[in-house]
């Protein structure tokens, strides 16, 4: 009985957290630009206007997507990101972020590939992870096999984890699909795919 409520809770848990993490971050974003243009519009009309967080949010995003749907406005887009990482640590954080947003949202690319089973932190124990790409440049070079790169979780928040560059003789792939892995940790093994 206590096993069942718990996966039931889990998996409601699983079901949710996207969806209020999401939330959470436009409400924010919605209280920031009403907050930051309030004292503006009372100065102006004499008088609060509720919403105006709301609308200018949507309007803001709408503009710049019209802007980087057009030539002018890729170059300005690139001109402010050629000035944002000249700045040491903005550098850092945008650049963190824009390969994160670009690896999970964008169409052409995919942040995991496959998931497989490697034999880690030692033979004999198992870790569930997600093949990120194939080892390439300097690291490649200076490894005798050759290296994929395979992203490994941690339960129950799988946006850490760590990075294991590991030769691809030594992976196993599996046949679940990657939002079945993901599941699969985040439930802390729970949730498990049904094996055909």
């Given at each position: ?13 699983i ?25 503006v ?71 995991f ?81 049904e094996?055909?």
């Amino acid at each position: 009985m206590f096993k069942q409520l718990r996966n039931y809770l889990i998996t409601g848990l699983i079901v949710l957290l996207p969806s209020i993490a999401t939330l959470y971050i436009i409400v924010t974003v919605i209280n920031i630009v009403d907050n930051a243009l309030s004292p503006v519009v009372k100065i102006l009309i004499g008088k609060e206007f509720y919403g105006l967080g709301f609308i200018m949010t949507f309007i803001l995003i709408l503009v710049v997507g019209i802007i980087a749907k057009n030539v002018l406005g890729k170059r300005l887009i690139d001109f402010g990101e050629r000035l944002l990482i000249r700045i040491p640590l903005v550098r850092t954080i945008y650049m963190t972020v824009r390969q994160l947003i670009n690896a999970l949202f964008l169409k052409n690319k995919t942040a995991f590939r496959d998931v497989v089973l490697i034999e880690y932190p030692r033979r004999g124990i198992y870790q569930l992870g997600f093949l990120t790409c194939k080892g390439v440049g300097e690291v490649q070079k200076k490894t005798a096999r050759e290296v994929v790169n395979v992203f490994i979780p941690t339960t129950p928040n799988p946006t850490s984890g760590m990075l294991i560059l590991i030769p691809k003789d030594d992976i196993t792939y599996l046949d679940m699909t990657v939002e079945e892995g993901l599941k699969l940790i985040v439930s802390g093994g729970t949730v498990a795919p049904e094996d055909d």
